[in-house]
């Protein structure tokens, strides 16, 4: 239901009953992840802020697969291949992320 409606609101809603009972120290150690989307990212705002908001490369990978097959029409084998590039051990992602831990250090 809740992902049905996909409102800030809706979210929000639901999400405060869970700030409700954290403590503002938890909730600014609380690392939340989602894909984009524009309405969760926002009630995530509303009632965590302070929180630290990553993207969850599951939700991305989903959401380009979707993307690649309903909106390009990419098939699958050259889909499977492109989700490998970026998003697998050896992909884009993960690559940057090694890069960017070597630039923090």
Known sequence: MLHQTSTT????????????NLS?????????????????????RRCFNGCTHVLCTRHLKENTNRYLENIVGVPKSDRNTILEAIYEQNGLLEKNRHRHIELQA
């Open 24 to 44: 503002d120290t938890e909730i600014s150690n609380l690392t939340i992840g989602s894909d984009k989307e524009l309405a969760f990212k926002g009630a995530i």
């Open 9 to 20: 609101k809706a979210y929000s809603s639901f999400l405060q009953d869970i700030a409700d």
